[in-house]
Each structure stands twice: as C-alpha cells, then as structure tokens.
C-alpha cells in the first residue's frame, strides 16, 4: 500500500510565503511525474504545478514566477514553495504522483495526498 502524506499549509498574509510537502511512503518502485493541484472552493481542480522524473517542470500560468515546484526522489518527496502568497491563490492543495508499485506484478498506479488548506488573508 502506497500512502502521500502532505505538510505545510495554512494561513498567511497576502505577499507571504508557505512551503508544502508531500512525502511518498510504501512498496514503490519508481516515481515518475510528481505534480500539485488545488482545489478552490466552488470551482474544479487545477494543476498548479507538474515536475517529471528527469526535472523537467510546467506551472499554471497564474503561479508562474511565483511557485516553485522541487523534488527528493531519494526521500520520495516532492516540494511547492509558493511565494508572493494572493487571496486568489486560496483553496485546498493536493500532491499526486504516478509510480510503479510492487505486487504479484509491478503495477502503475496515480497516488494522491490527503489535501491540505492554504489560506491567504488580505
């Protein structure tokens, strides 16, 4: 059983800083993609940012600049240091990412963390 267990969030003043993780426990194989999504209250889930196994990243367009997404592969981890903190950038984040698992056969799964709050105040 593969299990994301998310940390970092909560409330901050617009303009300020919060760090979230996002660690991967379990019989994994490999990790490839690592990504964070958000979900704001009333609208769909978004991807925030994306990181692949060789480094390669995507943002959305309204964190670019302003998000950084890194990843720990021998820790199993992946990071968003999310800067210059806006009311708009207010909802649930959740962490994802897609692995190899072991089993009777090695199979490819998509993982997601249990979400966590990011509240920013005006």
């Known amino acids: 059983q593969v299990q994301l267990v998310e940390s970092g969030g909560g409330l901050v003043q617009a303009g300020g800083s919060l760090r979230l993780s996002c660690a991967a426990s379990?019989?994994?194989?490999?990790?490839?993609?690592m990504g964070w999504y958000r979900q704001a209250p009333g609208k769909q889930r978004e991807l925030v940012a994306a990181?692949?196994?060789?480094?390669?990243?995507n943002y959305a367009d309204s964190v670019k600049g302003r998000f950084t997404i890194s990843r720990d592969n021998a820790q199993n981890t992946v990071y968003l240091q999310m800067n210059s903190l806006k009311p708009g950038d207010i909802a649930v984040y959740y962490c994802q990412m897609q692995m190899t698992v072991a089993g009777l056969s090695p199979t490819y799964v998509e993982v997601w963390g249990q979400g966590t709050w990011v509240t920013v105040s005006s």
């Open positions: 379990g019989s994994i194989f490999s990790i490839n993609a």
């Open positions: 990181i692949t196994s060789g480094g390669s990243t």
